[in-house]
């Protein structure tokens, strides 16, 4: 079996006042997005315009919204490499098609 390494980044926002939030996302971009959609929501503010949400921007947000009570509220997005088996079946089909002509 062969391996492949995917990424999943998680998201953990959470304060004394509600339960943490737990989010897994595919993509980095989506992470941020989800960041600043739940500091917004316990902020109660309005949901961002839909323009692009960067990684700066949400982390100006969810400091600014720690820094109301560091000692309780806290946040973090973190990247996992997680290495995936692949069966053989499940490798591109260009790939198989030229080894079974070279073994052929």
């Not at 953990?12 to 989506?30: I, K, Y």
């Not at 053989?88 to 002509?101: D, L, M, S, Y």
Request: hydrophobic residues 40%; positive net charge; contains cysteine.
């Amino acid at each position: 079996m062969s391996f492949e390494v995917v990424s999943a980044y998680t998201l953990v926002v959470g304060d004394a006042d509600e339960p943490a939030t737990v989010s897994v996302h595919t993509t980095a971009e989506d992470a941020w997005k989800a960041l600043d959609r739940e500091v917004r929501r316990r902020c109660r503010m309005r949901p961002r315009p839909r323009r692009r949400t960067d990684a700066e921007a949400a982390t100006r947000l969810a400091n600014a919204w720690r820094a109301g009570d560091p000692e309780c509220r806290y946040w973090n997005v973190a990247v996992h490499r997680l290495p995936v088996q692949l069966p053989v079946i499940a490798r591109e089909p260009e790939r198989r098609a030229a080894k079974a002509h070279q073994y052929a």
